[in-house]
Structure formats: structure tokens, C-alpha cells
């Protein structure tokens, strides 16, 4: 077995013999290459979940041999000990198809203890028991006897063989380990090496954004596993119809656009659990403008939490004295929210390169028909 983190270069991609539909090589995009900049506000300097201080990604992408292909995706809220320091959270379910390990202490508790991880749905537990170990052999945790690992998934089983469960605790250890902050690799990486979206090839994705000083000046940063179906737009423009691949066409192999989107949100706000899960739920808006129609069996989660160091939670802390934006302060990182989910889904989508399983390959967006379905609608 093969793992390690990486940017697959563009020019060891080539169409494998067998794929369905023969295609080119194409260099992977972020969506800004392509004048896709969806909103008002301006990214960060990564244009990524990181430009949220203190947030780190780290990526473990398991391929071994022709049919494994998966990983993992871990984001930490910040790099010292999650237990000891937590941070505020929430979690919005768009639709609840999925295993979101860990989701009823954070809404009861509105805090995250744990690192995020992302990975393949059957591998949910092996990741939770493989960051709990570890975890536990950190220093000061010798007394510990409960931990909440936090957990998503989406299922990887078309490209990747997902019965074999190939998830070692090596991998999530590197995951974690490696995290930092910075640029953040994108497309056929970690937990989204084996995903699928609108019937190409899904991935990881992330985006940011940086409210003006009028409205705060917060920094709100996205992350996402595609790995779902749907009718895809860019930026309004209908790319699936276009090209003829999209939900209830007869031909599609997911007609129904069942499969799962996970989506991390994070912010440097000072805002606490009610008003983050009111964030959460703007990011389901975002998804919707890709072409999302949050099928039957997509299961759509969002995890938001707030990585202001005024906000940290020690375990014992008693009484802590906390601001926090009012509710009218919110709705430019609504629409932050709105805007980084739309844009991470479309690099999580332009980013991404072929991979192959049994002979079968799955391509990503043609970039170079995007490009004249968006000229074609002014977009």
C-alpha cells in the first residue's frame, strides 16, 4: 500500500486504455484561472480555508494498486492539544445520508475537542479509533477516559475498493502530522482521491474570503469532499446540460445523483455555536448553486467552527469571559459563506485528475468546454 500527501503534476496525467469516453490531458484549473469568482468578496492570499489563522490541512492519499484509491483529509482549528483547547462549533445536516461520527456531543456541547477528519465511509471508525490512539499518547493526556473524535466521510466505492477498508492508522497519523497551513492541495488528494462529482471526477476543494473593514474584516474559509450528483452550474451557467451529464438522464450511471458532500467551515470570527451553525446552514446555499439538489442519498453535512484564540475552551475553564459578534454583524459572513462553498466546490472539480479502477477511468470537468459554455452565456 501506497500513501503519502500530494499535488499529482498535470503532466504525468494521461487517459488510461479502457476509459469511458476518451479524453486528453488537461492541466488542472482553480476556478479564478477560468474568471470564475463567484461573489463580491475578495479571497485570501491562499484563496483557501487556511487564510483563517491558525487553521491547518494535512493529507494522506492511500492508492495500492489498480484498486484502492482513498484517503484521508484532516483540518485542525488550530496546532496544539484539541482537548485541551476547544474551540466553538456547530454542525448543520442538509441531509442526513451519511456517518457523521461525533455529531450529537458537538451540538450538545457547541465545541470541537478533536481534529476534523474527512475520509472513506467505511473507514469513519478505523480513522476515529486511529485519532483517538493518538490522541491519547499525547502529553497531558494520561487521565483522559473520553474523547468525541469528529468525523465525515463520503463513499468512495466506485473507484476505490471500499470493503477493504484501507485505512491504517499510519495514514491518519500522517494526516494529522503533516497538517499546516498555507496553500492547500486540491482535487484527486486525500479524502477526495476516490470521489466522484456529477459524474466526473470529484475531490477535495477549498476556497476563503475577506470581508471588507466596514463589515469586520472576519475571515471565512471553506473546505469540501465532493463527491455527489446533481445538474451542475457554474456560475449559472448549465455546464451539465451543456455537455449532456446530469441527474435523471437515463444514460448516467447515478441517475438519482445519490453520493455525499461534506463541507468544513472556518472563520476567525468571534462568534459562538448558534450563530455558526446559522453559518453552516448558508453553506447548503452555496452547494444548491452548484447544481445540488441534495438527492436521496447525498448525505450533505457542514461542520463550522470558530478559531479565534479568544475563544478557546480549556477542559476545566469555568466562567470564561467571551465577545461575540451580534446578529446583526452576520450576514456578510453569510454571504462569505455562500461565496467560499461555491467557489471550493468548483476547484475541488477543475483541480482534479483522472483516476482509474479495473479499467474504468473517471475524467474530470472538461475544462476547455467549460470555458465556451461559460463565453457562450456571458459568464
Not at 456531543?105 to 481534529?115: A, N
Not at 491504517?168 to 497538517?179: D, K, L, W, Y
Not at 441527474?247 to 445519490?258: L, T, V
Not at 477543475?350 to 474504468?360: E, K, L
Request: charged share 15%.
Amino acid at each position: 500500500m501506497f500513501f503519502k500527501s500530494l499535488f499529482v503534476p498535470a503532466a504525468c496525467i494521461f487517459a488510461a486504455a479502457g476509459s469511458l469516453g476518451a479524453q486528453r490531458p488537461q492541466t488542472p484549473v482553480r476556478a479564478r484561472q477560468l474568471g470564475v469568482a463567484p461573489g463580491i468578496f475578495a479571497p485570501g492570499p491562499d484563496n483557501a480555508i487556511t487564510d483563517v489563522a491558525g487553521v491547518l490541512v494535512g493529507q494522506t492519499t492511500v492508492d495500492d494498486g489498480d484498486s484502492v484509491h482513498t484517503g484521508v483529509t484532516a483540518i485542525l482549528p488550530h496546532a496544539g492539544n484539541m482537548f485541551d483547547a476547544r474551540v466553538p462549533a456547530a454542525i448543520y445536516v442538509g441531509n442526513g445520508f451519511g456517518k457523521l461520527l461525533g455529531v450529537t456531543q458537538v451540538q450538545e456541547l457547541g465545541e470541537i475537542e478533536t481534529p476534523i477528519l474527512l475520509t472513506c465511509t467505511l473507514c469513519v471508525w478505523r480513522a476515529a479509533d486511529a485519532m483517538v490512539a493518538w490522541m491519547l499518547a499525547q502529553p497531558g493526556m494520561q487521565n483522559v477516559k473520553s474523547i468525541n473524535p469528529v468525523v465525515g466521510e463520503t463513499n468512495d466505492g466506485t473507484l476505490n475498493a471500499i470493503r477493504s477498508r484501507p485505512i491504517t492508522p499510519a495514514a491518519v497519523v500522517h494526516a494529522i502530522e503533516s497538517a499546516h497551513t498555507g496553500p492547500v492541495e486540491e482535487g484527486s488528494v486525500g479524502a477526495g482521491r476516490g470521489t466522484i462529482a456529477f459524474g466526473w471526477k470529484g475531490g477535495i476543494g477549498t476556497s476563503s474570503r475577506v470581508l471588507p473593514k466596514s463589515l469586520g474584516g472576519w475571515t471565512v474559509g471553506v473546505l469540501v469532499q465532493t463527491n455527489y450528483g446533481g445538474i451542475l452550474q457554474v456560475n449559472g451557467a448549465p455546464v451539465g446540460l451543456e455537455l449532456g451529464q446530469y441527474s435523471f438522464r437515463p444514460a448516467m450511471e447515478n441517475p438519482h445523483g445519490d453520493g455525499s458532500c461534506m463541507i468544513i467551515v472556518a472563520t476567525d470570527a468571534p462568534v459562538l455555536d448558534r450563530n455558526l451553525r446559522r453559518m453552516a446552514k448558508r453553506a447548503i446555499m452555496g452547494l444548491a448553486r452548484t447544481g445540488s439538489f441534495a438527492a436521496n442519498g447525498s448525505g450533505d453535512y457542514v461542520i463550522a467552527f470558530s478559531a479565534n484564540p479568544k475563544l478557546v475552551r480549556g477542559a476545566d475553564q469555568r466562567r470564561p469571559d467571551v465577545e461575540e459578534l451580534t446578529n446583526d454583524e452576520m450576514s456578510g459572513l453569510f454571504e462569505g459563506v455562500v461565496e467560499a462553498t461555491e467557489e471550493a466546490i468548483y476547484n475541488s472539480l477543475f483541480m482534479a485528475t483522472p483516476v482509474t479502477n479495473g479499467g474504468r477511468t473517471v475524467h474530470p470537468t472538461p475544462i476547455d468546454s467549460v470555458k465556451m459554455i461559460l463565453k457562450k452565456y456571458g459568464r
